[in-house]
């Protein structure tokens, strides 16, 4: 089998993985799949950030109604390319279909094409008129504006794009302002393409931007809301309570399913029922990737630098990390290096304040780092044997980027994903291959045997 490594093929540079958070949590686009033909317009009115906000959106028949379905996994890889291109201050960048779809983890068939241009004119002729619901610099504004303020491309003589078309995209200006303005929340980009529907990765789009946004820099172990207003902020059409449950169900089954929530249950009757969100460990704080970096430099292993990751931000790991070089540095020999470092970075006591254990604790000291450094990596392998396959091998494909860097073509990531599925290479065995290549400075022989191995 020959490689896909295309030397013509274009690449995607690894995006910044951010949302801008009025869209996101206003819910402009609908979550619904399909919508009924001829539905060109809604107007809604519900509480947002604690007060009434009133929505509307006039759209064209012509170009498929208002925004629906992908037009939300769109919305957000054009976010993820602007900050890409280095944020320009007019909100204009070119890209490629073909980066759009990769981005979204979408084929890049024929049909994908014609459905991104499909979604693409939406976001452009849709009109938004939001009065007093955009936050900007702790305002409420009321704004008019369409997603795309300016879309020029290149196309096929049949006007389809390929391939081959480039794109030039100019965001609406309130959008770019805010991205600017850091008006965002993390998104986990790569978890979001691995569901299989498009209702589930709208509904986690706008269920995540509930639990962690500007405002809640916490993020929520639960969200409540009335069914009724929770109908209008996805953009339900049909505002029967019975036929609303019914539109949710089948997200709801797959975000439960991807532990992404731990339960979902509604409380009441009728129009009064709320609806009972209990977010689950697939929740966790999406895991910056340079923090798993640094920890895997130190020696731990991707499981637990990963696990680490998301419970503590950048900022602290990188500072408890030069706290314990700072110990080491001072002559203080741990009995278990790793167990020490991850007490380091977990202790809460101000323990560390000093740069070294008094010798009175040195022994306790070193049965603590043994207890710690068998309980990370024991609860590291618990979670990563609780992991569905779909996520082991997402994680095992953050490693290999991580490592790789542009080692790694998209047409071999995609090589790297499909034998995973296939169960030809095991993910926990390639992440520990990379680990140990990427510590003998060896990585381009790892990536010479793959590359033979994919040509036989």
């Not at 009065?131 to 504004?141: F, P, T």
Request: glycine residues 6%; neutral net charge.
């Amino acid at each position: 089998m020959a490689s896909k490594t295309d030397p013509a093929k274009p690449t995607l540079a690894k995006p910044r993985h951010f949302d801008e958070a009025n869209v996101a949590r206003l819910g402009l686009i609908s979550i619904q799949e399909r919508i009924p033909e001829g539905y060109a317009s809604w107007e809604e009115e519900f509480e947002f950030l604690g007060k009434p906000v009133k929505l509307a959106c006039y759209a064209s028949e012509k170009v498929g109604g208002v925004p629906h379905g992908l037009d939300n996994e769109v919305s957000l890889a054009l976010i993820a390319l602007y900050f890409n291109a280095g944020s320009p201050e007019d909100g204009t960048f070119t890209a490629t279909p073909y980066q759009i779809l990769k981005l979204m983890g979408l084929d890049t068939s024929g049909y994908y094409y014609n459905a991104l241009k499909e979604s693409l004119m939406r976001l452009t002729t849709a009109t938004y008129v939001l009065s007093e619901a955009w936050r900007e610099n702790g305002r409420w504004q009321s704004v008019t504006f369409r997603y795309i303020e300016k879309l020029e491309y290149t196309s096929s003589r049949e006007g389809r794009l390929d391939r081959s078309s480039v794109l030039r995209i100019t965001l609406a200006k309130e959008i770019v302002r805010s991205l600017k303005n850091q008006y965002v929340k993390p998104i986990d980009i790569e978890f979001m393409a691995s569901l299989r529907r498009p209702l589930s990765r709208a509904l986690y789009r706008l269920l995540d931007a509930q639990r962690f946004s500007p405002e809640n820099p916490s993020p929520l172990s639960r969200f409540e809301v009335n069914l009724m207003e929770w109908a209008a902020a996805c953009k339900i059409v049909h505002k029967r309570p019975d036929k609303v449950r019914r539109t949710l169900e089948p997200a709801h089954q797959e975000l439960v399913e991807r532990r992404y929530l731990q339960s979902v249950e509604y409380v009441g009757r009728g129009q009064n029922q709320t609806v009972v969100y209990v977010f689950g460990e697939e929740a966790g704080s999406v895991p910056d990737a340079q923090a798993v970096e640094l920890l895997m430099a130190e020696g731990l292993s991707f499981t637990s630098a990963y696990s680490l990751a998301r419970r503590y931000s950048l900022e602290h790991i990188r500072s408890r990390v030069e706290r314990f070089r700072a110990i080491l540095a001072s002559g203080y020999k741990p009995k278990n290096r790793l167990g020490f470092l991850v007490d380091v970075i977990r202790d809460e006591s101000g323990k560390y304040a000093r740069a070294l254990p008094s010798p009175t604790a040195r022994r306790t000291q070193a049965r603590l780092e043994e207890e710690e450094a068998r309980r990370v990596e024991e609860e590291a392998e618990r979670e990563w044997q609780s992991l569905p396959k779909e996520a082991r091998v997402r994680r095992a494909l953050q490693v290999a980027q991580l490592v790789l860097r542009s080692r790694l073509s998209v047409g071999e990531l995609e090589d790297l994903a499909r034998l995973m599925e296939e169960d030809v290479l095991d993910p926990k065995a390639l992440v520990e291959e990379l680990k140990e290549a990427s510590a003998r400075g060896a990585l381009d022989e790892w990536l010479d045997s793959f590359r033979n191995n994919l040509g036989r």
